[in-house]
């Protein structure tokens, strides 16, 4: 195809798929009845959710039910699958790593970003400052593992260093430090680079919403004395408590699932592996598709904790 | 948190905005706070201020020394001319691929989250809520459980419909491309999206209600507009992912290299034994030059941008 | 736009079309009777040696995809060596290649949309894609090429059930040991004969101060497999191929003493702090240091030996003088005891199709002649490439270190056999092999890592 041809198949796409968007939305457009009203709803919401049933749902529900088959996907083994991935002596630390991703991941990149969207807020060159934050966003994740491969690298104290962190450690004084292998702390260094990575993502939406917080509830509180670090407990955080969960909640999906960081930087070595990589290696590596499934599965199971919070925070806005 | 007040204009409103963030300032604002905002901007750059000065550095110097050696030189621009030059394929061909994927899987899932987040947020119907958390729940389905089924379906759809995906795809199989990345990307953008709907005050809605407006009028007439800084916040991220994505395309791309984006470029650039891993760094920054502008041009909506819907009418 | 009926009709239209010519092939002479139109290489000099591909008739305007794991910049090579094909059938020839191929090529097939051909690097890969019964038998022009042009054991690396699926294409030699002529020299090192020579080496070098050896194994989710190599290379040399072969089949167990000896062996070398490693740390570095520079100190002077495959070659930094007296150069790995011959371990890809159509089975039947192999090395002006095919002439070899590689593969003592790491299922083989040997090179002892991958054996 050339290029030419290219754009017409992108114009005919976006044509026609907003054809239809304004087609749904003209015939809508004139009901007003109760019933009328269960049609427009079903209007709005049946394009996305159909979609999603489709892409998401049913490989979601046949996952499932792999996951009950052995792994050349002919014979049902019940639950064979889940009782290998419990009683695999590995997996306890892979679930221990899992738990220290979730835990440390969404918290920390969620309050460096609430952190420096608001002492950057109002400076000068704020702008081109959020950019620096913002900028590993556009790197794709397994981008930033390269980069920071580099940054861990290591040799011995003898050779020159190629690994930025090891250079600090040799002009300090310290002798070089193999980053990437040594238990538990190399977990550590991994979630760096997905904190690094996320921290921009938290900043960008946690600053819009700082500054959409309503003047006179400050100017209240100012007149009430408040100030200092008390303004940013008792007023910035709460005014933007909607947006801290919505953040929260994104990097906490978008860490349990991630596995290209440990796929990139150790392939899962040195005691580093997390159930998404897990889930991978069994499906894709191994061939595994059935303990893979399982694995999948769990990682769903691990998400409803979160899918609760939602639902109780969900049910307060209604009420 | 959303204080309904309707003796708070608009204008007010968004006079407002400028000075509480200012006054949360103020209130970490010493010598120790600035020093932390500068320690973690230099943080944050640092790793990619490596990579492109390894950029310029020669293979061999990239290869045996570490990049701060060479802040001084000597500078070379031979990485970038074997990034864009190293394969018969043009890499312009790549670009225009990259940019005819990401514009329709940027507009679709917006235009129909929007669309579902307006009704989840704003229309009543028994069972919305339940429905709004099963959407929402489904962002943890991983893409890579998704491979198989849904290309099976585009290969070979029920009902005797036309293959979406394999030698004779409509559209050299950019369709099945769109259409994945919609689907990957509406549970997030709905429940986003949502979160800002249900914060625009509900009197808004019910006034207009009252005045006679139906649920398309206020629709395209109210929320709209007041979201649209929403929105382009919302579409710099997807439009990110959809640009730094490898997997879909190569999936459901259905290995035509007519279809083929900028990233699959970049994922050979080390040759097939990762022997020209040198070449990766100068690769990096060819690509990130596009989401750079694209974050810059759209930064003015960020400042105002996700969640101005707490700013009440 | 093709339905599914008409492509059904359309092989079952190859199908008699094969068989018809299989008959015209027996009578001789016709040539191609039922193929449709006389092939566009008739009276071309260049395909005169191709005649086995005017069975295949008139390609004119049809294209063939070709899926592989070999990216820029050597895929033009390949790209290149298709040229000749398109002029002797007049069908063009689609290539792709991705780094993601392996992971991509079973979740395509199972998909129900597999390339027509792809290049497979793994026979254990290609056991599990036949056992889907989406493999297409390989044709009887493409066995003959076979019989004629590779040995039994490539043949059997190509087969499952004693059905040749995927004639062999390229080829690697991995029983290398890299080294400086001019460190030696100067030195006064002589390149080692057998294992306690170079043993007896590695001490005179680790006494005038250098670490002998330098070894990394990072490779991303694939770390593990320089050392994987590492112990199959000793174990054809310790215990000998016929323990090897039963050891790839499972008919040895994975921690059987033959095997827990060899890695032994390995140990002395890649865990003996006096050797390892050089330029770089101590013995742990190995494991965090990325095969593509484990070998690199030696540029440097700061170690002198570093065991790796041939392909090894294209890491070295640019300008570097890759020859018999330059900069760096391979020595054979030597054998341990003279009762097993000269082993030499290797990889390579395979043909593997998945469409019986004309044009498919045409490709597939030049991939397989020693013509396209010497078209092959003639297009890779670089070096870097080597076939097992014993019509490959070893002087249209570029680079000196692929001509001792073609030497070695072409010398009938040498006792050829393919990473084992590659032949065995996907759990141990792209597994737990990678990963003990990862956490054996970390400190586990050899007890314990060849227990775990034993149990891993599905």
Redesign the interface.
């Known amino acids: 195809?050339s290029?030419g041809e290219?754009?017409v198949?992108?114009v005919i796409?976006?044509a026609v798929?907003?054809g239809v968007?304004a087609l749904?939305?003209l015939v809508?457009?004139?009901?007003?009845s109760r019933s009328g009203?269960?049609i427009?709803?079903a209007a709005?919401?049946l394009?996305?959710?159909l979609?999603?049933a489709?892409?998401?749902?049913?490989?979601?529900i046949?996952?499932i039910i792999t996951s009950f088959k052995d792994n050349t996907q002919t014979e049902f083994v019940g639950l064979d699958n889940y009782h290998t991935v419990f009683t695999d002596s590995q997996q306890l630390k892979v679930l221990r790593n899992t738990a220290l991703w979730v835990a440390l991941v969404p918290t920390l990149s969620t309050f460096?970003g609430l952190?420096?969207a608001?002492?950057?807020?109002?400076?000068r060159m704020e702008?081109f400052?959020?950019?620096?934050?913002?900028?590993?966003?556009?790197?794709?994740l397994?981008?930033a593992s390269?980069?920071?491969k580099?940054?861990y690298a290591y040799k011995d104290n003898e050779n020159?260093?190629?690994?930025?962190a090891n250079?600090v450690l040799k002009s300090l004084g310290f002798d070089t430090y193999n980053f990437l292998l040594n238990e538990p702390w190399n977990n550590l260094f991994l979630i760096v680079i997905m904190i690094?990575v996320q921290?921009?993502?938290a900043m960008?939406?946690l600053?819009?919403?700082?500054?959409?917080?309503?003047?006179?509830?400050?100017e209240a509180a100012?007149l009430d004395g408040v100030?200092?670090?008390?303004?940013?407990r008792y007023?910035?955080v709460?005014?933007?408590?909607?947006?801290l969960i919505?953040v929260l909640?994104?990097i906490s999906?978008t860490t349990?699932?991630a596995f290209d960081i440990v796929r990139t930087a150790t392939g899962g070595n040195f005691d580093t592996s997390v159930l998404?990589y897990e889930?991978?290696v069994q499906?894709?590596r191994s061939n595994n598709a059935g303990l893979g499934?399982a694995l999948?599965v769990l990682?769903?199971v691990l998400?409803l904790p979160i899918?609760v919070y939602?639902?109780r925070q969900?049910?307060k806005?209604?009420a | 948190?959303t204080?309904a007040?309707p003796d708070?204009s608009v204008e007010?409103?968004l006079?407002?905005?400028?000075?509480?963030?200012?006054?949360?300032?103020?209130?970490?604002s010493s010598p120790w706070?600035?020093l932390?905002?500068v320690v973690?901007?230099v943080l944050?750059?640092?790793?990619?201020a490596?990579?492109l000065i390894?950029s310029f550095r020669s293979?061999?110097d990239v290869?045996?020394?570490?990049?701060?050696t060479g802040l001084t030189g000597p500078f070379t621009t031979e990485n970038y001319r074997a990034v864009l030059k190293?394969?018969?394929v043009d890499l312009a061909?790549y670009f225009?691929?990259t940019i005819?994927i990401t514009?329709?899987s940027v507009?679709?899932p917006i235009?129909?989250?929007v669309?579902?987040a307006?009704?989840?947020a704003w229309?009543?119907?028994p069972g919305?809520?339940l429905?709004?958390?099963?959407?929402?729940?489904?962002?943890?389905?991983?893409i890579?459980?998704?491979?198989?089924?849904?290309?099976?379906?585009?290969?070979?759809p029920p009902f005797n419909l036309?293959p979406l995906?394999?030698?004779?795809a409509p559209?050299?199989g950019?369709?099945t491309i769109?259409?994945?990345h919609?689907?990957?990307a509406?549970?997030?953008a709905?429940?986003?999206l949502h979160?800002f709907m249900?914060?625009i005050p509900g009197e808004l809605i019910e006034s207009a209600r009252v005045d006679g407006a139906?649920?398309?009028?206020i629709?395209?007439r109210i929320m709209l507009p007041l979201m649209a800084?929403a929105i382009a916040?919302f579409g710099i991220?997807q439009f990110?992912w959809v640009w730094?994505d490898?997997?879909v395309a190569?999936?459901f791309g259905?290995?035509?290299?007519?279809v083929s984006p900028l990233?699959?470029?970049l994922?050979?650039?080390s040759?097939?034994?990762?022997?020209?891993?040198h070449l990766?760094s100068a690769g990096?920054f060819v690509s990130?030059v596009v989401?750079?502008i694209v974050?810059?041009a759209l930064?003015r909506y960020?400042?105002?941008?996700?969640?101005?819907?707490?700013?009440?009418g | 736009?093709?339905t599914?009926n008409t492509r059904r009709v359309a092989a079952l239209a190859a199908a008699v079309l094969g068989a018809g010519l299989a008959l015209a092939s027996c009578a001789d002479d016709d040539d191609g009777g039922g193929a449709s139109g006389t092939w566009p290489g008739a009276d071309k000099t260049e395909c005169k040696d191709l005649e086995q591909l005017a069975d295949f008739g008139d390609l004119s305007g049809k294209e063939v995809?070709v899926?592989t794991?070999?990216?820029?910049?050597?895929?033009?090579a390949q790209?290149d060596s298709y040229k000749l094909f398109t002029t002797c059938t007049g069908a063009k020839v689609?290539?792709?290649?991705?780094?993601?191929f392996e992971a991509?090529l079973p979740?395509?097939v199972?998909?129900?949309?597999p390339?027509d051909i792809a290049f497979v690097p793994q026979p254990g890969l290609l056991k599990t894609l036949v056992a889907t019964g989406k493999v297409v038998e390989a044709p009887s022009q493409v066995s003959d090429n076979v019989d004629e042009f590779f040995g039994e054991d490539w043949r059997a690396y190509g087969s499952v059930d004693d059905k040749l699926y995927a004639a062999p294409l390229g080829a690697n030699v991995k029983s290398f040991v890299w080294y400086s002529p001019s460190m030696f020299a100067d030195n006064g090192w002589e390149v080692p004969e057998t294992w306690d020579d170079m043993l007896a080496l590695s001490d005179t070098i680790a006494a005038s101060g250098i670490k002998p050896w330098c070894a990394g194994i990072e490779?991303g989710e694939a770390t593990g497999w320089p050392a994987t190599d590492w112990l199959e290379d000793v174990l054809l040399r310790t215990a000998g191929p016929d323990v090897y072969d039963d050891w790839v089949s499972h008919d040895v167990p994975f921690n059987d003493p033959q095997i827990a000896e060899a890695l032994d062996q390995v140990g002395g070398i890649l865990k003996n702090d006096k050797y390892v490693n050089g330029g770089i740390g101590d013995v742990k570095s190995i494991a965090t240091t990325?095969?593509?520079?484990g070998g690199?100190p030696i540029?440097?002077g700061k170690c002198a030996m570093h065991r790796q495959a041939g392909?090894y070659a294209?890491?070295w930094?640019?300008?570097t003088n890759v020859a018999e007296d330059g900069d760096v150069f391979a020595f054979y790995l030597p054998t341990v005891s003279e009762d097993f011959g000269r082993p030499v371990l290797g990889g390579g890809e395979f043909v593997t199709a998945f469409s019986d159509d004309t044009v498919v089975q045409a490709l597939q039947t030049y991939l397989s002649t020693d013509v396209w192999a010497n078209e092959k090395a003639k297009n890779t002006p670089g070096g870097g490439w080597v076939s097992a095919n014993k019509g490959l002439q070893v002087e249209n070899l570029v680079s000196p270190i692929d001509q001792l590689s073609g030497q070695i593969l072409q010398d009938p003592d040498a006792v050829f056999r393919f990473d084992g790491s590659d032949q065995m299922p996907g759990e141990v083989g792209a597994n737990s092999f990678w990963k003990e040997m990862t956490a054996w090179i970390t400190g586990q002892s050899t007890a314990d890592t060849l227990d775990h991958i034993e149990s891993s054996w599905p």
Not at chain 2, 44 to 48: A, G, K, M, V
Not at chain 2, 254 to 258: E, F, K, T
């Open positions: 195809m290029a290219k754009f198949q992108l796409c976006v798929f907003f968007v749904i939305l809508t457009s004139r009901l007003r009203e269960r427009q709803f709005f919401v394009p996305a959710v979609l999603i489709v892409g998401l749902l049913y490989p979601a046949s996952t460096i952190v420096y608001v002492l950057v807020d109002r400076a702008k400052a959020k950019a620096l934050v913002f900028l590993p966003m556009a790197i794709s397994v981008g390269i980069i920071w580099f940054v020159d260093q190629i690994g930025l250079q690094w921290a921009g993502f960008t939406l600053s819009a919403s700082i500054k959409a917080i309503p003047e006179d509830i400050v100012r100030s200092g670090l008390k303004m940013f007023i910035t709460p005014s933007i408590r909607p947006s919505v909640t994104t999906i349990l699932k998404a889930f991978y499906s894709f499934a999948a990682i769903f998400v899918v939602n639902v969900l049910r806005l209604g | 948190m204080i007040d708070v007010q409103a006079a407002a905005q400028t000075s509480a963030a200012s006054n949360a300032k103020k209130a970490l706070a600035s932390a905002a973690i901007a944050w750059t640092l790793p990619t490596g990579l390894s293979e061999d290869k045996t020394s570490g990049w701060w190293g394969t018969d061909t225009i691929n005819v514009i329709p507009l679709i235009s129909l989250a669309l579902a307006y009704a989840f229309i009543k119907f919305r809520d429905l709004f958390v099963a959407v929402f729940a489904l962002q943890i389905v991983p890579q459980v998704t491979m198989i089924p849904l290309l099976k379906l585009y290969v070979q036309a995906a394999g030698g004779d559209g050299g950019f369709y769109w259409l994945s919609s689907i990957f509406l549970p997030l709905i429940y986003l979160n249900s914060q139906g649920h398309v009028q629709f395209s800084p916040a991220f990110l730094n490898l997997l190569l999936v259905g290995g035509s290299l007519d990233t699959v470029r994922a050979e650039l040759g097939t034994r990762g022997q020209d891993w990766l990096a990130l989401p750079l974050f810059l930064q960020f400042v105002r941008g996700l969640l101005a819907g707490s700013v009440k | 736009m093709r599914r995809g899926y794991s070999i990216v820029a910049p050597e895929d033009q790209k689609k290539y792709e290649g991705s780094k993601e991509q979740v395509r199972q998909a129900g949309n390339p490779s990325a095969f593509q520079e690199l540029l440097d392909f294209a890491n930094p640019e300008g």
